[in-house]
């Protein structure tokens, strides 16, 4: 009986731990085979999101903005902790310039990890073009410091370089940035702005031609005006040399002052007539009108379809020309190119424009006290006098200069373009509708008259105190306008124009070589 008890017991331990043993088995096995699943799950998800991000990149790098924020929004809902789709939905918003969201987003991945170099490169980007500088330099910077192949990050060194007129270094930078990544459009276009700045027109023709290979989306119209700057560019990149100085090292002339605009007399080719020119710190390149260039035969050089300005319809056509010479005064100036457009008031008698471009290799002097406008060969400088404070300007993509304006009631520093061929300041719509600056409304409406047309009945604002680095204006009248024009060329956000009306009460001399300008009261 023990023996047979025995026996029965241990059948009944044996048959107990191989069931145990088995029901463990199968535990485990199920655990296992869940981890591979989940694994497998998560590499489908990974997956999943990786191609749906790609496919959003495509699209905008197309220019399809919407659709893609449309993708990346559903990513990162689907994946949250997905950083990749985060930065990618920011570079996305920075491209239709809602800066808050892209800031938002880019600074939110940056801080969770800091060692994410495209966060940090797009969060660079967003500073740089809300104008924030510092910001922007120190963002770029740390994201090369995690990967020297991030380039966005040289792209928008070099673009923040091109902003403070050290054209050459920010020339090399885009150039790292485009051997890094050869396709992006973003980068080829910013290559052949400031390949042009620097003078290097057949290459800065050759980057537009590769931008347009490689952005096939790009509407017709911009692609007219790009078609149109590269057969210009191609024909100056055939001259040995542009704005070349001869004559006096030095000259001054007298200006009159129409609605608060400097207009000098000057000569172009072999033409005697002296004729009315505008200086305009607000344009890059000089601008002859139709009239005017019929008059003296200047021929089209090229056409660029449709230009986008301030007035009217919001449109011109771009038409190249070039100037064997202008002369101003004692200073001769070769080979410059132009502009030739309509002009659309008749009553002011005005030929022309003078643009940064004819003046930037000298220094510039525009003194509204005594009426006199003076230029000066750099080489014939002397700087004695220790104690002049000068002020910042940045150069904008489209040519413009820019400086940072505090207006009262407003809080950080605005950039505002800096126009001495504007008659009166401007502050944008957005800016305007804001309650610090609402209330300073006028019953006052204005006929303004832009490049391309006339708008009539614009809002007036008389703001309380405009200043400037230490110089301040009260009781500045300002004009509202939609600035979104302005603000997809120049690269970084402008608030407003600083125009005659606040200009005219000082003495400017203008260091374009420095990127700097120096403002002395007029005592009166």
């Not at 790292?176 to 042009?196: C, H, K, N, V």
């Not at 072999?270 to 260039?293: M, R």
């Not at 690269?491 to 990127?515: P, R, V």
């Amino acid at each position: 009986m023990r023996h047979e008890n025995f026996c029965v017991i241990d059948l009944r331990t044996l048959f107990r731990s191989n069931f145990f043993g088995n029901v463990a088995g199968i535990f485990l096995l199920i655990i296992i085979f869940a981890a591979f699943a989940w694994a497998d799950i998560q590499q489908s998800d990974t997956e999943n999101a990786r191609q749906l991000i790609k496919q959003a990149e495509k699209l905008t790098r197309k220019g399809d903005f919407a659709e893609a924020e449309k993708i990346l929004r559903q990513v990162t809902i689907n994946y949250p902790q997905n950083s990749k789709a985060k930065t990618s939905l920011a570079y996305n918003l920075l491209k239709q310039r809602r800066l808050l969201e892209a800031y938002e987003f880019s600074f939110e991945v940056a801080k969770n990890d800091p060692n994410n170099s495209y966060a940090f490169a797009v969060l660079g980007a967003t500073f740089l073009s809300a104008g924030n500088f510092k910001e922007a330099q120190l963002s770029f910077i740390n994201a090369l410091r995690l990967d020297k192949r991030q380039a966005l990050a040289w792209a928008g060194l070099g673009t923040l370089n091109f902003y403070e007129n050290r054209v050459f270094v920010g020339l090399e930078n885009l150039r790292t940035a485009i051997y890094f990544e050869p396709r992006e459009p973003d980068y080829l276009f910013s290559l052949g702005q400031i390949a042009a700045r620097a003078e290097n027109y057949t290459e800065a023709a050759d980057a537009y031609e590769r931008f347009l290979q490689v952005s096939q989306q790009t509407d017709s119209e911009r692609r007219d005006r790009i078609k149109g700057l590269i057969n210009f560019l191609r024909f100056l990149g055939n001259k040995q040399s542009l704005y070349v100085s001869d004559g006096a090292a030095q000259t001054a002339v007298s200006f009159k002052l129409i609605n608060d605009r400097p207009v000098v007399q000057l000569k172009i080719n072999k033409n005697e007539e002296p004729l009315n020119f505008v200086l305009d710190t607000g344009s890059g390149i000089s601008v002859i009108s139709k009239d005017t260039a019929k008059k003296l035969q200047i021929k089209p050089i090229t056409r660029g379809g449709l230009a986008r300005a301030i007035g009217g319809s919001g449109k011109f056509e771009i038409i190249y020309g070039f100037l064997r010479m202008v002369s101003i005064g004692d200073v001769k100036i070769k080979n410059v190119p132009i502009y030739i457009r309509e002009f659309h008031t008749k009553d002011e008698k005005i030929d022309g424009y003078i643009g940064l471009s004819l003046i930037s290799k000298f220094l510039t002097t525009i003194n509204y006290g005594n009426s006199t406008f003076a230029l000066k060969k750099k080489d014939s400088i002397e700087n004695n006098d220790s104690n002049v404070v000068s002020l910042p300007l940045r150069l904008t993509s489209s040519g413009f200069l820019s400086g940072e304006i505090q207006l009262e009631g407003i809080e950080p520093a605005l950039n505002f373009i800096v126009d001495t061929g504007a008659s009166i300041s401007v502050i944008s719509d957005e800016l305007a509708n804001t309650k610090e600056l609402s209330r300073f409304l006028k019953n006052e409406k204005l006929r303004v008259v832009g490049a391309a047309g006339i708008t009539e009945n614009v809002s007036t604002f008389l703001l309380p105190r405009v200043t400037f680095g230490s110089h301040s204006r009260e009781s500045i009248t300002a004009i509202a306008l939609n600035l979104d024009i302005i603000n997809e060329a120049s690269g970084f956000q402008q608030a407003g124009i600083l125009g005659g009306n606040f200009l005219k009460n000082y003495n400017l001399t203008f260091d374009f070589e420095n990127s700097k300008v120096i403002f002395v009261p007029i005592v009166k």
